[in-house]
């Protein structure tokens, strides 16, 4: 017999994840209902299409007109606030997607964990900046990767205990400029084309600038509960090992596969069990090449300053997640270099690492680090956009 089709919620649902999982449910629509939606409000004729097409009850976003549509999409029921995705998010489902780009995704993460729906988090900005509150909020097995690295790592540690891993390798593509000796001059188009992953463009952008590795080390050490001295990272450019866990016997088990997100997302929502066609597999026919290197730490800071702000704990993460959320908009809006972004960063939590290392009670703790670390990192780019 068919198990029962899996309630699914998506916060996100017309971003870079959100429409990737919506195709996969569509394929599968047996096993997946889609209850409810929000998104952001930018997109809102994709945000129609989605609640037709999936006969979605609830629909919520952070801005957008009510007439629209409550005209488009009659009978269902319409949630227009800022706090739509955690008003979504309180709706019971079986998994609650959470897709949104960016550290407003945290207090949605935490009212789907409070309504006890498992989440699947593909908003790694929810461990970074309030991991020991989600953490605590998290029953165990609540919680489930749905960024590929993450997704690998789980799938990697069925095949030990967790007393038995010695170290978490965390693989990196290297982004577009891997290779690019002088990285001063590098464009916004520049830096929003990645070789091997179709992204939103925040994320993009961190993969060049690796900052978004960092994010996923301290990702890794929440949802985990590994130690940061046994994380590390490994670039890999051709994105097909999407992360490794090496256990106590020496022995390393990592997990390969094209590099698409479907595969990652449809765990996620089908956790523990696979689904079935999800993507198409490697082909064993053709040749391959796997490389694996160091990372250049020098080029590339933002991995080591992600540690340890890990390290710090308390606000750090969220700190250094702000300063970065900052500096890449300032960066997409022409204000600021490449190479600016993760020295702005560093810049900010030199300033302020002292600050913002105080254990987090609440999310009015994390914000209040946010916005010391926004206005700080905001005035580092007025004073580099007047050099
Ligand atoms: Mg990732």
Sequence with gaps: MAAAPRSVVILGSTGSIGTQALALIARNRARFTVTALAAGGGNLPLLIEQ????????????????????????????????????????????????????????????????????????????????????????KHGQLIAVDSEHSALAQAMRSGAQSEISRVILTASGGPFRAREDLSNVSVDEALNHPTWNMGPVVTINSATLVNKGLEIIEAHFLFDIPYSIIDAVIHPQSIVHSMVEFNDGSVIAQASPPDMTLPISLALNWPDRLAGAITPLQWGASHTWEFAPVDTLRFPAIDLARRCGVVGGGAPAAFNAANEEAVAAFITKKISFTDIVEIVDDVLSQIGGEVSAHLRDVHDVSAVEENARAVARDLVARRGRR
């Design 51 to 138: 609640a037709k097409s999936f006969g979605v009850a609830i629909v919520g976003v952070a801005k957008g007109d009510r007439k629209v549509l409550q005209d488009a999409l009659p009978g269902v029921e319409i949630i227009i606030s800022e706090n739509a995705a955690e008003e979504i998010a309180a709706i019971p489902a079986d998994v609650t997607l959470n897709a949104m780009s960016g550290s407003i995704g945290l207090k949605p993460t935490l009212a789907a964990l409070k309504i006890g729906n498992n989440v699947a988090l593909a908003n790694k900005e929810s461990l970074v900046a309030g991991g020991p509150l989600v953490v605590a909020a998290a």
